[in-house]
């Protein structure tokens, strides 16, 4: 049966039931039936990516995406909410855009999302499109310049290869020019400078290793224990580290080490302070499917489990938890987070808020592009349909053991 978007955009079901989960009476635990959650999530990333790859792709954008602020908005948000949306998204779809061997309506979805992102980053680099975007006037397109190519360095094969040398010539411009015009705040900004050199080095042109360098040096020296990092010299308490901090900076130590040797000590160390962080990300999903909304940017949702959903495809999740605790978990939050009435408009759109339309949560430089970021909460959908993570039997998480009355062993700190 050929794959019909108009039927699967109306069937996609309220989601809760969508997710396949069903509170029981006894306790608090969530069961869930194994092999309904990968179809699930697929659903949910493909609803979320729709409505921006599908206008961006015919040069719509700009017309198309509202562009909803919080009060007290920064000016120009019209004028950088775009290159937001789509560097953004593509970000946390890349891994499902990037793997191969899938079948029937799945691959009907891919090939179809494959070819509009890859129209989307042209039009982002054409003078004489109607979706040209701003890579340059302001601060905020280093931001999302970086997440952009995080999602190209994540689907080399499909989002950098199939480009047409004009389109790719034209991206390398941008990505120099905006990295020569913009100056990063001294804090996690300085992983966006060192993303976008990174991503040269990767397609052969020549990259500034003293920007990368600087930007391990300092979020090394920025550590703060356990598995954090500081925000700049400053310890926030907020989900910076899943956002940004941690994956960027494992990507451009990635490159590093490619380029000298001696940076793999630090890419090690990284690798085992995701691992500790991504344990401790399960643990604050409660036995309801909540997490602490606490500190700046909630508004971008998923996001938040970006590392936990890093390391469950690079398949190195902590030995203290499983592949079927950690799905699980995830979609339990997925489900709290995307069936709340007023998380899209009703032209599918993303809306502020977190659980559900809030604009009072979203801080002055958030609009609509900016949401998109919920994406990479997504990027176990690059592991197939029968690997482990979507095969094992769903077992309960940490919070729902420990609040049942579960013996377990303690947690410890990272040394």
Known sequence: MTFNRRDFIKTVPALGAAMGISAQSSGNTIKKVAGNDRQTWLNLLYKISHPVLDAMSQG??????????????????????????????????????????VTGEEAEMQK??????????????????PDYINWTKGAQPLVDGAFLVHGIMRAPKQLWEPLDAETKA???????AQKLAILPYYNNWILFGAMIDAFLFSVGEQGDLMRMDFAIKKHMEWYAGDGWYGDGSEFHLDYYNSYVIQPMLIQVLEIAVTIRKSYTSDLEKAKTRMQRYSRQLEMLISPEGTYPAIGRSICYRSGAFQPLAEVVLKESLPEEITNGQVRSALTAVYSK???AKGTFDENGWLQLGLAGHQPGLAEP??????????SLGFLPLGLPANHDFWTAQAEDWTSVKIWNGEDMERDSALK
Do not use: Q
């Open 170 to 176: 034209r991206l390398v411009k941008e990505l120099i």
């Open 60 to 101: 719509k954008l700009t017309t198309l995406m509202p562009v909803e602020v919080p009060e007290n908005a920064y000016g120009g948000r019209d004028e950088v909410t775009y290159l937001e949306a789509i560097g953004r998204l593509l970000a946390g779809l890349a891994p499902w855009l990037e793997l191969e061997g």
């Open 365 to 374: 430089y958030i609009s609509t592009g900016s949401l998109y970021l919920c």
């Open 112 to 129: 179809e999302l494959r070819e509009k992102a890859l129209l989307s980053i042209k039009h982002s680099v054409d003078p004489d499109s």
């Open 337 to 339: 987070l995307f069936s």
